[in-house]
Every structure is written in C-alpha cells, then in structure tokens.
Nanobody, 125 residues
C-alpha cells in the first residue's frame, strides 16, 4: 500500500481544515491507519489512529475534542478533520499504516510503516 497525504495549507488560529490520505494498492481496508506530525526542530509525534473498520479511534491528548480521524474504505482514503486549530498545530502531517504486530493504542512511530509524503499545515496567530 502506498499513501499520499494532501489538504494542508495556511489557516488562521481557530479555523478548520481537513487532511486526506489516499491509498493505492490492495487490502487498504484491512489495515489500521494513523496520522503523525512533525513540527520544525521537533521529532515526529503521533496524532490519531483508526481501525480498519473505522469503528474505533484514539488520539493524542493535545488534539482530543478538536481533531477527528475517519476513513472511507470505498474511496481508499483516511481523513483528519481539524477544528479549533492552534499555532502549535503547525507541522508537516503524515499518514501511515499500522503494522499488524502493533498493539492497539500504540503511539510509537516504529509501529507504523508505509509512510506517505507529508502535507504542510501552518496555523497563523
């Protein structure tokens, strides 16, 4: 599976944006997926994840209540709806496949693979 993130841009604080991660290849709907982000000068950090079915999700604390991860297995796409954006959300956002060996609830970068190219989000104050 190959992933490509898109939808980033420049948004004012308090605004909203939706990122998309399109997948090509087979068996997209058998994998859990995650979103990560990397701010300038910082390590890549976990943002959110979703099961293959889309029924279950989990988030890092800093985005809970503001971000929503979802997926459309017919369109082979996973989304990240971001509301009430803050300047500290500024980062390059990446999507990745959750490895079969990963435990549900993991936030470890090494539990994810097939990283797509990121998309830049900039939130101005």
């Amino acid at each position: 599976v190959q992933l490509q993130a898109s939808g980033g841009g420049l948004v004012q604080a308090g605004g909203s944006l939706r990122l998309s991660c399109a997948a090509s290849g087979r068996q997209f709907n058998t994998y859990g997926l995650g979103w990560f982000r990397q701010a300038p000068g910082k390590e890549r950090e976990f943002v959110a994840a979703i099961t293959w079915s889309g029924v279950s999700t989990y988030y890092t604390d800093s985005v809970k209540g503001r971000f929503t991860i979802s997926r459309d297995n017919i369109k082979n796409t996973v989304y990240l709806q971001m509301n009430s954006l803050k300047p500290e959300d500024t980062a390059v956002y990446y999507c990745a496949i959750m490895k079969v060996s990963a435990r549900w609830g993991t936030s470890r970068e090494t539990d994810f693979g097939s990283w797509g190219q990121g998309t830049q989000l900039t939130v101005s104050s």
